[in-house]
């Protein structure tokens, strides 16, 4: 029998018989979901016929509708009553009952309105009662986005994999030294990225995924600590050590809030943890990408890895270099054992210490033994930050600093001092100024914060406690730089500490200084040296003027003005803001230099005004400054002096060739800062008693 569903035979056609079953909805991922067209498939296309529905009225129907109206006429037949079907069916069973199959497949042929992306499910107006379900919102969307514009969507994604691959190069190509980043760094052939492939090209999916990920995330890790490496290479003069510098940290923090300000600290902080996240989710997309891509496309990434690592192993067999940077490059697996090394070295380091820690020569000696060539002296032992052997000998900044050294061992010998000077070899570099002054009043060569902890929390005799351990000294500090409590102080031997808020300074705060020296200098004699003793003092004073980003720097002022520190309100105003300088390196160093000026002339004035004829100074720096000033591959040697008006203390010190006044020659002898406590202390008079 035939049939017509033509509209022409439906009065109504919005709704189905109340006694015919609802039409079967189309599964959504079926090819005809979303279009009235699809939806009459069934009875109106060819495709119909390969599905099993193959009526000679289907095709009539479909033909007799003219071109223009067929939207409208499909749309009718598809909400034609199936009663007519059932009244009149077909004599063929098989091909009467495939439309009401629940599970037929979209046939292999689809019609071009079937695979729109951009047709909704919602557009056909479903039979009363019926449920159509909906695609998600950004798969209809950024699927019909990418058919509507194909080549966009290509070239969107091709950019998105050559990101993806540079960001991996890229980290595992990553040096830890600033003066090492250049373009021929990156243009090499990392050899785990050939490796990684290998294992990625391996794996099914799944495991693939997740290896992809933590190898994404690993090398993130490894990204951030070459970022570290770099800063503390620029900074500290080596690099990040992850077992002890995370307490650092703080301090550096400390130091951007001192230099710009709390709003500039926070900026700074949510920086550096933006970073980190963005780096870390970077890398990690960027594996799993190239990851998933060679699992679609595994025959020609599997050409691709031998090709690379046929190329890798005859690059490396035979040297190739480019521009003087071996082309085949096995970085990631260098850096990754060398932190392992300084992590063993480091978990070593802690237990040979504390073994050299216990030995001391000194530390039995008696008290009537010790220091016995200094009796009745006024002893000072003063730091002055960052001064280093870059500030004598650097062309930008040796000219004033030179300067005004011969200008004040000028004063000081008409004054009736003399000096000595040589030079001593920091256990530190740019930073952590604690690790000199220890290793200089300890004997001990303190490198590290583990070292410094371990030495502090021990009874180490010091240079300030075996003064005051012969009873014949009180031991005093000064140290504008503690702010806050100081529990060494007793490690130490300091029996009065004058700290930053105990020296009576009403004036501002110079970038992470927070008091010029010259104040600094005119309270201990105020509050200290001027009073009435019964003993000599040994003062232990730590000047913080020429501690970067030098910026502002403060000026001399005639020493009846310095006052509570009031004056120097308008002298910080006036002064520079460290965002001037502290990206050019010229300009620091310039700055730099004039801090070490300002230092050293602050402390002479102090000893040629308020000396006598029993004032030994010693003076000396704690460290080089920073290697954007001081240079990529600059020495750590600082320069000490002692000058004393009395000449006997000098010759107990002849026979160590240092040149006379207050600037060291190029071949004055240069020892290891942690010697100069025993030499010291031997040639004044200490007996050795281990």
Excluded at 169 to 185: F, N, Y
Excluded at 278 to 303: D, E, K, Q
Excluded at 560 to 580: H, L, T
Aim: glycine letters at 6%; one cysteine or more.
């Amino acid at each position: 029998m035939s049939f017509n569903t033509s509209s022409r035979q439906l009065s109504k056609t919005d709704e189905a018989p109340e006694d015919v079953p609802s039409q079967e909805v189309t599964p959504l991922d079926s090819p005809e979901a979303g279009t009235p067209e699809a939806e009459t498939a069934e009875t109106e296309t060819p495709e119909a016929e390969t599905a099993g529905a193959e009526t000679p009225e289907a095709e009539t129907a479909g033909a007799s509708v003219p071109e223009a109206e067929a939207p409208e006429a499909d749309a009718a037949e598809a909400e034609a009553p199936e009663v007519e079907v059932e009244a009149e069916a077909d004599p063929e069973p098989e091909a009467a009952e495939a439309p009401e199959v629940p599970d037929a497949k979209a046939p292999e042929t689809e019609t071009p309105e079937a695979e729109s992306p951009g047709a909704e499910a919602s557009d056909v107006d479903a039979p009363e009662g019926a449920v159509t379900p909906r695609p998600r919102r950004w798969r209809r969307v950024w699927g019909g986005w990418r058919e509507k514009y194909p080549v966009a969507a290509q070239v969107l994604a091709w950019t998105t994999t050559a990101v993806a691959l540079a960001i991996v190069v890229a980290a595992l190509l990553m040096p830890d030294r600033i003066e090492t980043v250049k373009p021929s760094t990156f243009m090499r052939l990392p050899v785990e990225a050939i490796f990684g492939a290998a294992v990625l090209i391996v794996l099914p999916r799944r495991p693939r995924i997740v290896v992809a990920a933590l190898a994404g995330l690993s090398l993130g890790a490894l990204t951030v600590l070459n970022l570290l490496d770099i800063g503390f290479n620029e900074y500290l003069g080596r690099g990040f050590n992850v077992v002890l510098d995370w307490s650092l940290f703080s301090d550096a923090r400390a130091y951007v809030q001192d230099t710009f300000g709390r709003t500039g600290a926070l900026l700074a902080v949510v920086g550096v943890v933006v970073l980190v996240l963005v780096l870390l989710t970077l890398t990690t997309l960027s594996v799993v990408r190239l990851a998933n891509l060679m699992g679609r496309h595994t025959v020609i990434a599997t050409r691709t890895t031998l090709v690379a690592g046929t190329v890798w192993v005859a690059c490396a067999a035979l040297g190739v270099e480019l521009t003087g940077v071996p082309l085949a490059s096995e970085h990631t697996a260098a850096e990754i054992q060398d932190r392992a090394q300084r992590v063993r070295a480091t978990l070593r380091d802690e237990a040979a210490f504390r073994k050299i820690a216990k030995k001391d020569d000194f530390a039995n000696t008696p008290p009537d033994q010790l220091l016995t060539g200094l009796r009745g002296k006024d002893m000072m032992i003063t730091f002055i930050e960052s001064y280093g052997r870059s500030a004598i000998e650097d062309p930008v900044m040796a000219p004033g600093v030179d300067a005004t050294l011969t200008a004040e061992n000028e004063k000081l010998t008409q004054a009736g001092f003399a000096a000595k000077s040589g030079w001593l070899t920091s256990a530190t570099y740019g930073g952590s100024s604690w690790l000199g002054h220890s290793t200089f009043l300890s004997g001990l060569w303190i490198s590290n914060q583990q070292r410094y902890r371990t030495v502090t929390a021990g009874k180490r005799l010091t240079l300030p406690g075996a003064f005051k351990k012969t009873g014949a000294w009180d031991t005093v500090g000064v140290m504008p730089g503690v702010q806050k409590a100081w529990p060494e102080q007793k490690f130490y031997g300091i029996d009065k500490l004058y700290d930053s808020h105990k020296l009576g300074y009403k004036g501002p705060k110079f970038s992470w200084s927070t008091m010029p020296d010259q104040y600094a200098l005119t309270a201990f004699e105020r509050l200290v040296h001027s009073k009435k003793h019964d003993k000599p003092l040994m003062s232990t004073i730590i000047l913080t003027s020429s501690h970067q980003p030098w910026a502002p720097i403060p000026t001399l002022v005639p020493q009846d003005q310095v006052g509570d520190g009031s004056i120097y309100n308008a002298i910080e105003k006036a002064g520079k803001k460290p965002g001037d300088i502290i990206t050019d390196s010229t300009k620091s160093k310039q700055e730099y230099g004039k801090s070490i000026q300002y230092s050293v002339s602050s402390l002479i004035n102090y000893l040629v005004k308020y000396g006598n004829k029993d004032t030994v100074l010693i003076f000396l720096g704690d460290h080089q400054p920073i290697a954007r000033v001081s240079g990529n591959h600059a020495s750590r040697d600082v320069p000490v002096s002692i000058v004393a008006k009395d000449p006997k203390v000098l010759d107990k010190i002849a026979d160590w060739n240092w040149a006379d006044g207050l600037q060291p020659q190029q071949d004055t002898p240069v020892w290891k800062m942690n010697d100069f406590r025993d030499r010291f202390l031997t040639a004044y008079g200490s007996t050795p008693a281990p």
